[in-house]
């Protein structure tokens, strides 16, 4: 099953979405912004993406720069950061299987359909 983890609010995760749309592919809508990723979920997310989970933090956001920017937070404080302020994980990340993507350009979605 696809699922793609949306903020309707971000241009590039609406661009995501309407890839996937456009693909006739059958997936699921994540609006992880309502439905906070649990530490289990949001760990195999980037255990998938195969990045560590600074790269997947939004470090432009306020909340970053305020709170934990500078700091030397674990890979268990970065994710209880995430979870905590779902605003700072990266979008759109699309999941297809065991494979998973930032949506960064959107295009790059492609790749896992």
Aim: aromatic share 6%.
């Amino acid at each position: 099953m696809i699922k793609i983890y949306h903020n309707p609010r971000c241009r590039k995760s609406r661009e995501g979405l309407a890839i996937l749309e456009s693909s006739g592919k059958v997936f699921e809508v994540v609006k992880y912004l309502d439905d906070i990723l649990s530490e289990k979920e949001l760990t195999a997310i980037i255990n998938l993406l195969n990045i560590s989970p600074i790269q997947l933090v939004r470090k432009t956001e306020k909340i970053w720069k305020e709170n934990y920017k500078g700091k030397d937070l674990s890979y268990a404080e970065l994710i209880k950061a995430m979870i905590k302020n779902p605003k700072l994980i990266e979008r759109p990340i699309v999941v297809n299987n065991n494979k998973a993507i930032i949506g960064r350009p959107p295009s790059t979605i492609l790749e896992i359909l």
